[in-house]
């Protein structure tokens, strides 16, 4: 499958690659690591004029510290933050959930900006235009409703990020820029909820900067995918203890990944947590895995990084 004609601008400032935006009239993207976007280009999942490019803009390279904050630029890429020692070494749940994302090639290309503004997939949406058309377009193509739930107004693609669920369990934040100027948000606030448009990200803004807090944390993250050699996740679970505050987010179903504090980790917590897990997370049949196991499974993985994380600390 090939590219559809686009003119494709290489911006060497933030300035420029927002300027460029205004001048496409919005029918553009960015382009990072080109993992996500090129190929929902080539499904003609999107019709737009432009691609800029953002890799030559230096503002948005590398890994930082910064008033106790370790900030990593949206354009670094998965490996360089996998191999940063203090990502291991403070971050377990955010180094596992790096190593366990695709494969180291996919890794050494794909940035963290492009990983946490992924589109939603589902199914019956990632699929060439031709099979699309045959189908009858669905909610998110702009149909009348969706393919998996009939009769329904509403999208249930899911948001497959391995990265995200891990740094919201980590109180991440990020900062965005656009013609409006700079913002800093908590990461949770860069997801709508709707998996027809997944964030709330504005037209034309870009994300700069992944923000953490520099303590040591412990942590650990598991996924469910068929082959482990590359696949997204099914669905997954981050958890990250810090003083005593446990905080859990299970993602890869709907939307975007759910997140639960809990101040005190004890045996019933524990039990009223995982119902909520069992009740929050609605799968329906949009992945090669039935949506029943995968309900359960959001449930026995979040079970196993909770236990496995107090087990450590306990030790
Ligand atoms: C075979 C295959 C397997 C994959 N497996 C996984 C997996 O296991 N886990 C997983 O999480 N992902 C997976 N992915 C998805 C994707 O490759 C990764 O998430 C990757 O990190 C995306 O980063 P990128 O830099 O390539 O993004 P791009 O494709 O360049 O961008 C993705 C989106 O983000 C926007 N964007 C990028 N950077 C910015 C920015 N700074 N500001 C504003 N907008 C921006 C783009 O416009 C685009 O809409 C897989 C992809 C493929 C093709």
New binding site residues.
Partial sequence: MILPQLMYKKAKTLEEAIQSFKKSDGKA????????????LKLRLHRINA??D?KA?KE?KGISVANEWLSIG??T??FEIKNHPPVKEHFPAFFQ?LD????ET??M???????????TRCLFYNKSLEWRKAKGFCFKMGGESCNVVPNTKACFANY?????PPLLSLSAEAI?KGTNGERRIKLEEIFSGNSKEPFT?LPG????RILIPLRKTKGAYE?M?VRDS????LVNAAFTLENGRGKLSVGAVGACPILHTVDNMNENTLRDLMDRIYADVKPVANTILPASYRKKMARVLAKRVITNVLKEANA
């Fill in positions: 993207f960015y382009l990072a690591g080109g993992t996500d976007i090129v190929p929902r691609l800029i953002l803009v948005l949206a354009n890429t998965l959930s366990a994302t695709s494969c996919l890794q290309r794909g940035t963290i900006g492009g990983n946490i503004l992924q589109n497959c990020s391995d990265n995200a965005l990200i803004e870009i994300l700069t996924k995918r590359i696949d997204y996740p």
